[in-house]
Every structure is written in C-alpha cells, then in structure tokens.
C-alpha cells in the first residue's frame, strides 16, 4: 500500500468550477498534511497545510482534512486556467519527520 | 523569505561523468535539507537527508557512494552524482524546512530543482 494516494487525473473542470481534489493516506500517526502545486518542469510551491481536523480556507482553496478516514482534500473555488497543474498531497509523521509525497492529480482547467 | 536557490537548473553530461548541484538558502540558515528525485509522472522521492556537519541520511535503496551529499555550512548542501549514467537522468530538488512555520510541522520551500540528462 502506497502511504500518500492520489488519483493522477487528469481531472478537468470548466473555468469558475469548484475543483475537488482528495487524498488518502496510510500512517494513522500522520499529523501534519500539506497541498503543493507543481506546474509542469517546476518545483512543487505550497498552497497550504493543515493539521487540524476540519476545514482550513485560504482564498479560494479550502483543505478539509478528516483523521479518523485518513483523508485529505483540497477544493479550489472559481477555477482559473492559471490554476492548471498539479497537486501533490505530503504528509509529515510529526516533528521534522520526512515528507512524503502523494503522486500527485494534474488539474486541467478549462476556460 | 525563505529562499531556497538551487542551480544548475538544467545539465547535460556524458555517461560515467559526475555532475554536481548545489542548494543554498538564501535568507535562512538550514541545518537540514532534503534531496529529492522527481521521474516524470512520478512521485517526489526523497533521496537524502542532508544534516550540516554530519554524514547525510539515505532512504533505502538510493546508493550514498553513488549520490554524495555535503552539507558544509548552514546555508549550502550540495548533492553530487557520479559516474552518471542514462538511468540517473531526472529531477533533482532541493528542499529546506521554512524556519517560520508551525513548530513541528515539516514546512518545506523548494529550490527551482535541477534536470539532469545523461548521454
């Protein structure tokens, strides 16, 4: 079993669209969860983390995270053609633990 | 803040070269850095973990006298791939931990990250 799932997409959504992307992952001792946006030839950029259960908005993304089904998600409000890339899901064990990686779902936004 | 500089950002070297990238951190001091390896449609993998003063830390199954790792000073970490073949072209980044993020969490920014091509 992989430790970071992630659906690689593409998942394609009209401009304006609320964009939802999820993410599972294996450690139930996983405390800290991270969204990275990764454009194509570029190193990833973070969105946001989130270590609470619940919802954590930043502008038009909200990351929703869910311990006890080990689940993470990222929804992306008013898509952008800008907003086309893709997101890789991480997960830290805790403390300055290593980062691991989900495979990452390619968002294509279309206008 | 939190910069992470990382170059070349792209090299071409024959087969049985090696080929060296730094990652400096610019407006930070970083006593730990990550390297990772990126094939295309494929996972961020965490190659090393770079300690400043100390031997790195190899995930398994990545060969340490094949990718050398220093980590000489707290803003410079440098991975070195030698005697580079066909099957060690890929995505090299380089990471740090943002000194101010949340207190436990493994807040990362990345460098530009470096392609290496191997002929």
């Known amino acids: 079993q992989k430790e970071v799932e992630q659906n690689s997409g593409p998942l394609s959504v009209p401009e304006g669209a609320i964009a939802s992307l999820n993410c599972t992952y294996s450690?139930?001792?996983?405390?800290?969860f991270f969204w990275y946006r990764q454009y194509s030839g570029k190193s990833p950029e973070l969105i946001m983390f989130i270590y609470s259960n619940g919802d954590k908005e930043d502008g038009r993304f909200t990351a929703q995270l869910n311990k006890a089904s080990q689940y993470v998600s990222l929804l992306i409000r008013d898509s952008q053609p800008s907003d086309s890339a893709t997101y890789l899901c991480a997960v830290n064990q805790g403390g300055y633990q290593k980062v691991t990686f989900g495979i990452g779902t390619k968002l294509q936004v279309i206008p | 803040g939190a910069v992470v500089s990382q170059h070349p950002s792209w090299v071409i070297c024959k087969s049985g070269t090696s080929v060296k990238i730094e990652c400096r951190s610019l407006d930070f001091q970083a006593t730990t850095m990550f390297w990772y390896r990126q094939f295309p449609k494929q996972s961020l993998m965490l190659m090393a973990t770079s300690n400043e003063g100390s031997k790195a830390t190899y995930e398994q199954g990545v060969e340490k006298d094949k990718f050398l790792i220093n980590h000489a000073s707290l803003t410079l970490s440098t991975l070195t791939v030698t005697s580079a073949h066909p099957e060690d072209s890929s995505f090299y980044i380089c990471?740090?931990?943002?000194?101010?993020?949340?207190?436990?969490?493994?807040?990362?920014?990345f460098g530009a990250g470096s392609r290496l091509t191997v002929l």
């Open positions: 990471s740090a931990r943002v000194p101010t993020g949340p207190s436990g969490a493994n807040v990362l920014t």
């Open positions: 450690d139930r001792g996983s405390q800290s």
